[in-house]
């Protein structure tokens, strides 16, 4: 789960997502949905540039009724369960009804949004600069007098906010504060022009999820951004007033093992996106029957294998540690602290990164933000692996670090995920496992995962199959060949524990089917995300087969090069869990998966935020439980 793919997600699933359609059966009776690809879906054709379709009123007006008519017949017809399904479809009526005028119906919509959220500081804030642009409109028309529309505007949102308890709905406003703050129309016109252009030139069309993002950055233009400064000024104000550190749990929970301790040498990978092997020389695994020559001296199919595997983003074997950042090195240092002044106006910290990234994108034009993304992507699986890895190893001098790389396209048209490519994704999987079983590997981590729209999004942005039918029928042997490699991977190591991140899309993960976060095996545990003090965060995502959850809000660790920088996701949650696995192994060196898993979820506490109940990890405590054990 790459964090920085954030960007994209804000300007367009943010503003209006995914989108429904459908047939009753022949007896009227709804539909049962149990799982996300079960629903059909609509496309929308597109004549000349969708530029153009967002600057037109007209245009994206009628697009906004077909987008309507679809959604209200998907209701007619479809029983969803699925909270965040329904939170995105009530979201996207309720956004076509302020365009419409109809606030009543829009304020009916967001009642029912905030409804379905069980994350409490989600739902405290949900729908709240909405709700105060409503309120406000009652006060002043904004066609005859924007000033005075602007300033009941101002004074509502700040008595709403007024009445929140701010230790609970901090992290939301601060991040909330961030995004607006680099919110620009240069900014969303520019991913239209990098990744719906492309498409749609090919395709003729726009999916469902393209189509309602197209509507909200109209919406937003129209009505948002007009509001910008207004309400980044009430954040700012508010958190000015409340301005203290949210308290750390997790110094008192954490627990550092010495060299002076009867350890056992234990085996980690980090699955990750590429780790730097410089920053953890100390504490690398080292294949002694390979040497850095190009050659495959130990004939065991993989050239230079010193401290662990990589794969290239085609899924075939390469020799690299670290993602190759092309011609981006040139410009990486400057690209680094624009990722940190991302992550910094996130946390609402007024750092000079978070400065220097506000000027760099308030001078920016449309045809330079694709190349601005595609840097900042390419920096975060850059940086990815190595942070993740740091976690794994803190405060444990038994453990050996080995390194194994996957890839991700950090571009906007990336590499087509063909039949033939999810063939080669599987067999990656399969022979990884395979390795790690052979070096004598006791815990990976997986820090990331993969859904069946990310094959069918590669498919349209290259143009590939006749239509979106087509295109989603291909998707879905693709996904099955990289499902069916990786669950059989897995299962076929039980000696093996994985532990993955849930995922930051803030869904169930049975229902979206994500991979490997929605499997459920005796030897794999999803990790879900909380921030410092122990709160679900409003990213993570959950269900069934989520059972524990770990620090993941602004987590210190080690970037390429020895630096540290603070990360935030499901991907920090994740190796703060495998660190505490490690931990448990150096210990005890006869503990199995699923005795691992136990010892985590007994020592863990039960805590309750709004409508979640969640286990949180105790590290002391677990180590406590182990060592009263042996």
Same mark, same amino acid.
């Given at each position: 789960? +790459?964090?920085?793919?954030?960007?994209?997600?804000f300007t367009t699933a943010c503003l209006m997502a995914g989108l429904l359609a459908g047939c009753a059966d022949q007896q009227g009776k709804k539909i049962k949905i149990t799982k996300l690809d079960d629903l059909p879906?609509?496309?929308?054709?597109?004549?000349?540039k969708v530029s153009d379709m967002v600057k037109s009123e007209q245009r994206t007006m009628a697009l906004a009724k077909q987008i309507r008519a679809d959604i209200e017949k998907d209701l007619a017809t479809y029983e969803i369960d699925d909270p965040t399904t329904l939170q995105r479809i009530y979201g996207r009526l309720a956004t076509i009804d302020m365009l419409e005028g109809k606030y009543k119906d829009a304020l009916k919509r967001l009642d029912q949004v905030r409804a379905l959220e069980d994350k409490e500081a989600a739902r405290l804030t949900s729908g709240l600069t909405s709700r105060s642009m409503i309120a406000a409109r009652n006060e002043a028309d904004p066609n005859s007098d924007m000033t005075a529309y602007k300033k009941a505007y101002r004074r509502i949102l700040a008595e709403q906010l007024a009445r929140l308890p701010w230790e609970i709905v901090q992290d939301e406003i601060e991040g909330a504060k961030g995004m607006l703050e680099i919110r620009s129309e240069t900014l969303m016109m520019g991913m239209i022009e990098a990744r719906m252009e492309p498409v749609v030139a090919k395709t003729g069309e726009l999916n469902a999820?393209?189509?309602?993002?197209?509507?909200?950055?109209?919406?937003?233009?129209?009505?948002?951004?007009?509001? !910008?400064?207004?309400?980044?000024?009430?954040?700012?104000?508010?958190?000015d007033a409340n301005r203290k550190e949210k308290p750390n749990i997790w110094a008192d929970r954490s627990v550092a093992l010495s060299p002076?301790?009867?350890? !056992?040498?234990?085996?980690?990978?980090?699955?990750?996106?590429?780790?730097?092997?410089?920053?953890?020389?100390?504490?690398l695994w080292t294949n002694s029957k390979e040497k850095p020559d190009g050659i495959d001296n130990d004939g065991n199919g993989y050239i230079d294998d010193i401290h662990g595997i990589a794969y290239?983003?085609?899924?075939?074997?390469?020799?690299?540690?670290?993602?190759?950042?092309?011609?981006?090195a040139e410009r990486i240092h400057e690209v680094m602290k624009h990722m940190k002044g991302f992550t910094d106006l996130q946390a609402a910290v007024d750092s000079p990164e978070a400065s220097a990234l506000k000027k760099h994108l308030s001078t920016m034009e449309p045809a330079q933000v694709k190349g601005f993304i595609e840097d900042l992507m390419l920096a975060g699986n850059y940086a990815h692996g190595t942070h993740v890895a740091g976690l794994m190893v803190d405060g444990n001098p038994a453990a050996e670090l080995l390194i194994? +790389?996957?890839?991700?396209?950090?571009?906007?048209?990336?590499?087509?995920?063909?039949?033939?490519?999810? +063939?080669?994704?599987?067999?990656k999987c399969r022979d990884t496992v395979e390795y790690f079983k052979k070096a004598g590997v006791r815990l990976v981590n997986m820090s990331w995962g993969e859904a069946r729209q990310d094959a069918e999004d590669s498919l349209e942005a290259n143009g590939i199959g006749a239509n979106a039918e087509e295109r989603r029928e291909l998707s879905r042997k693709v996904f099955e060949l990289q499902r069916q490699g990786l669950y059989e991977a897995i299962n076929n190591a039980p000696d093996i524990l994985f532990i993955c991140a849930a995922g930051n899309a803030d869904n169930d993960v049975e229902f979206d089917d994500y991979i490997p976060s929605s499997f459920d095996l005796p030897n794999l545990l999803v990790v879900g995300a909380v921030d410092q003090a122990g709160e679900p965060t409003s990213f993570t995502s959950s269900g069934r087969t989520v059972q524990v959850y770990g620090n993941g809000f602004e987590v210190d660790s080690y970037i390429p090069g020895g630096e540290r920088m603070k990360m935030s996701g499901t991907s920090m949650a994740s190796p703060n869990v495998a660190n505490l696995?490690?931990?448990?192994?150096?210990?005890?060196?006869?503990?199995?998966?699923?005795?691992?898993?136990?010892?985590i979820k007994k020592g863990a506490d039960k805590k309750t935020s709004g409508e979640v109940t969640y286990l949180l990890i105790n590290p002391q405590r677990t180590v406590r439980l182990l060592k009263s054990r042996t």
């Amino acid at each position: 789960m +790459r964090r920085f793919r954030d960007l994209w997600t804000f300007t367009t699933a943010c503003l209006m997502a995914g989108l429904l359609a459908g047939c009753a059966d022949q007896q009227g009776k709804k539909i049962k949905i149990t799982k996300l690809d079960d629903l059909p879906q609509h496309t929308y054709p597109v004549e000349g540039k969708v530029s153009d379709m967002v600057k037109s009123e007209q245009r994206t007006m009628a697009l906004a009724k077909q987008i309507r008519a679809d959604i209200e017949k998907d209701l007619a017809t479809y029983e969803i369960d699925d909270p965040t399904t329904l939170q995105r479809i009530y979201g996207r009526l309720a956004t076509i009804d302020m365009l419409e005028g109809k606030y009543k119906d829009a304020l009916k919509r967001l009642d029912q949004v905030r409804a379905l959220e069980d994350k409490e500081a989600a739902r405290l804030t949900s729908g709240l600069t909405s709700r105060s642009m409503i309120a406000a409109r009652n006060e002043a028309d904004p066609n005859s007098d924007m000033t005075a529309y602007k300033k009941a505007y101002r004074r509502i949102l700040a008595e709403q906010l007024a009445r929140l308890p701010w230790e609970i709905v901090q992290d939301e406003i601060e991040g909330a504060k961030g995004m607006l703050e680099i919110r620009s129309e240069t900014l969303m016109m520019g991913m239209i022009e990098a990744r719906m252009e492309p498409v749609v030139a090919k395709t003729g069309e726009l999916n469902a999820d393209d189509a309602s993002s197209v509507v909200g950055i109209y919406y937003t233009i129209k009505e948002r951004l007009p509001l !910008n400064d207004e309400t980044i000024g009430v954040y700012q104000e508010i958190i000015d007033a409340n301005r203290k550190e949210k308290p750390n749990i997790w110094a008192d929970r954490s627990v550092a093992l010495s060299p002076g301790d009867k350890l !056992n040498p234990v085996l980690i990978a980090v699955w990750d996106s590429g780790t730097d092997p410089k920053v953890f020389d100390k504490a690398l695994w080292t294949n002694s029957k390979e040497k850095p020559d190009g050659i495959d001296n130990d004939g065991n199919g993989y050239i230079d294998d010193i401290h662990g595997i990589a794969y290239d983003i085609h899924a075939r074997r390469t020799t690299d540690m670290l993602c190759p950042l092309e011609d981006t090195a040139e410009r990486i240092h400057e690209v680094m602290k624009h990722m940190k002044g991302f992550t910094d106006l996130q946390a609402a910290v007024d750092s000079p990164e978070a400065s220097a990234l506000k000027k760099h994108l308030s001078t920016m034009e449309p045809a330079q933000v694709k190349g601005f993304i595609e840097d900042l992507m390419l920096a975060g699986n850059y940086a990815h692996g190595t942070h993740v890895a740091g976690l794994m190893v803190d405060g444990n001098p038994a453990a050996e670090l080995l390194i194994a +790389r996957l890839s991700y396209d950090h571009r906007m048209i990336p590499v087509a995920r063909t039949v033939e490519w999810g +063939r080669r994704d599987g067999a990656k999987c399969r022979d990884t496992v395979e390795y790690f079983k052979k070096a004598g590997v006791r815990l990976v981590n997986m820090s990331w995962g993969e859904a069946r729209q990310d094959a069918e999004d590669s498919l349209e942005a290259n143009g590939i199959g006749a239509n979106a039918e087509e295109r989603r029928e291909l998707s879905r042997k693709v996904f099955e060949l990289q499902r069916q490699g990786l669950y059989e991977a897995i299962n076929n190591a039980p000696d093996i524990l994985f532990i993955c991140a849930a995922g930051n899309a803030d869904n169930d993960v049975e229902f979206d089917d994500y991979i490997p976060s929605s499997f459920d095996l005796p030897n794999l545990l999803v990790v879900g995300a909380v921030d410092q003090a122990g709160e679900p965060t409003s990213f993570t995502s959950s269900g069934r087969t989520v059972q524990v959850y770990g620090n993941g809000f602004e987590v210190d660790s080690y970037i390429p090069g020895g630096e540290r920088m603070k990360m935030s996701g499901t991907s920090m949650a994740s190796p703060n869990v495998a660190n505490l696995a490690a931990k448990l192994l150096a210990i005890d060196q006869e503990l199995t998966p699923p005795d691992v898993i136990e010892l985590i979820k007994k020592g863990a506490d039960k805590k309750t935020s709004g409508e979640v109940t969640y286990l949180l990890i105790n590290p002391q405590r677990t180590v406590r439980l182990l060592k009263s054990r042996t």
